[in-house]
Each structure stands twice: as structure tokens, then as C-alpha cells.
């Protein structure tokens, strides 16, 4: 089962930005937390993952509560190619990746 | 980044007969490979881990002698349907873990397959 909770759907406006929220209470100590995205009939792609600091890159970047239960997801300003669904997982780093439902993205032009 | 290709995109085939699905690493060894199941609407399903060199772990559900999968390089994985039904007619998608290096223990997926079995 998937250890993470997100809501089903987001929408956005375009060139907002895009906030996606994940919970992970029961995260472990040496379980990262990872986030991909799956546009329509593509393989999924990495984004950004983080340990316990915030962390950004090209593509968005990743809050991390200090509690480490709950993350962000944070694309800075949403395009109509960000229209995907958005997956938060947790793993350690040689465990297996296991998808929950994820959040569906709409970015509204 | 790490690349990660199938082969083929697309394919079609009808009920009865068996179809073969490669996944490859381009550019780095791949200890473990992934195979995931995807119907509409839905989320990936983790069908099975290979190893390279030995036999793939199946996850509960999954019928092996079905979903034959065999790991025989470090750049190589492949997926065979047998006896395909409509049923099995879905969006196959591989991944592929860099075992060393820069990028270790990170998953890499590849672009998926669709089967649609008639």
C-alpha cells in the first residue's frame, strides 16, 4: 500500500504557482520522500526528492515539514505542458517504488 | 540523465498468441529492473522485480508463467505475454535502478508500451 495521501485533483492557473501537498505521517527515518509526475500515455518522470531539507532544481521545489509528515510540492510558474498526475512517494533509496492514485493537475489557461 | 528505452511503443496482437516487450538501459548497468502494469484511469501496479541473472520476484497477483520476464544483462530486461488475452491489454511500463555511481539507487522509466490484444 502506499504510504503517502494527496488530493485527487488540483487545478492551477497558468503561470501561477503550483502548490501539491502530500501527507506521509508514517514515514521512516530512512525514507526519503520522491516526487514524479505521468503526463497522459507517457512513462513517469522524476522531479525532485529530498531527505528532511528543502531542496530545488530546474523543475520546482520540495518543503519538507519539520516533522517530516507532511511535503510540497512547488512548480513556480505552472505551464500548460505541467498538466500531469503528480505522484509522492515514500522509499528508502533501494526499496521498490510503489504508486499511490497521485494528484491530478489541470493548469487552466 | 539516465536513459531508459522499450521496445516497441505499440504493438497489437491477437488473442491466443505471445508478444515481447524489451526494456533497456543506455546509458548505465541496471541491476534491477521494474516492470508496472498501468489500465485507464489508473495507477501504476508494480507486476515484478529482476534481478540481473536471476529469476524475477512477481508481486502477489501476478502470474509468473504468464508474465515471463527474464533479466539476462545488465542492460536488458524483457517482458513476455503469453497467451495474451483482451484482458491483458494494457500499458506496460519498465524502469531500471542504476546500481552504481552517481545517480546509484535511483529509478529510471522508460516510455512505456501499449498492448492492445484483439
Known amino acids: 500500500d502506499a504510504k503517502t495521501t494527496q488530493p485527487t485533483s488540483m487545478d492551477c492557473a497558468e503561470g501561477r504557482a503550483a502548490n501539491l501537498p502530500c501527507n506521509h505521517s508514517?514515514?521512516?527515518?530512512?525514507?526519503?520522500v520522491y516526487w514524479y509526475r505521468q503526463i497522459h500515455s507517457q512513462g513517469p518522470q522524476y522531479i525532485i526528492h529530498?531527505?528532511?531539507n528543502n531542496e530545488t532544481n530546474e523543475m520546482a521545489s520540495l518543503i519538507i515539514t519539520e516533522d517530516r509528515k507532511s511535503s510540497t510540492l512547488i512548480l513556480p510558474h505552472a505551464t500548460l505542458r505541467d498538466t500531469a498526475v503528480y505522484y509522492c512517494?515514500?522509499?528508502?533509496?533501494?526499496?521498490?517504488?510503489?504508486f499511490g492514485k497521485g494528484t491530478r493537475l489541470h493548469i487552466l489557461p | 540523465g539516465a536513459v531508459v528505452s522499450q521496445h516497441p511503443s505499440w504493438v497489437i496482437c491477437k488473442s491466443g498468441t505471445s508478444v515481447k516487450i524489451e526494456c533497456r538501459s543506455l546509458?548505465?548497468?541496471?541491476?534491477?529492473m521494474f516492470w508496472y502494469r498501468q489500465f485507464p484511469k489508473q495507477s501504476l501496479m508494480l507486476m515484478a522485480t529482476?534481478?540481473?541473472?536471476?529469476?524475477?520476484?512477481?508481486e502477489q497477483g501476478v502470474e509468473k508463467d504468464k508474465f515471463l520476464i527474464n533479466h539476462a544483462s545488465l542492460t536488458l530486461s524483457t517482458l513476455t505475454v503469453t497467451s495474451a488475452h483482451p484482458e491483458d491489454s494494457s500499458f506496460y511500463i519498465c524502469?531500471?535502478?542504476?546500481?552504481?555511481?552517481?545517480?546509484?539507487?535511483?529509478?529510471?522509466f522508460g516510455p512505456g508500451t501499449r498492448l492492445t490484444v484483439t
Open positions: 524502469s531500471a535502478v542504476n546500481g552504481r555511481g552517481r545517480g546509484a539507487y535511483e529509478q529510471y
Open positions: 508514517t514515514i521512516s527515518g530512512n525514507e526519503y
Open positions: 529530498g531527505l528532511k
Open positions: 512517494i515514500v522509499r528508502a533509496r533501494d526499496d521498490k517504488i510503489i
Open positions: 546509458d548505465f548497468q541496471a541491476t534491477t
Open positions: 529482476s534481478n540481473e541473472g536471476s529469476k524475477a520476484t512477481y
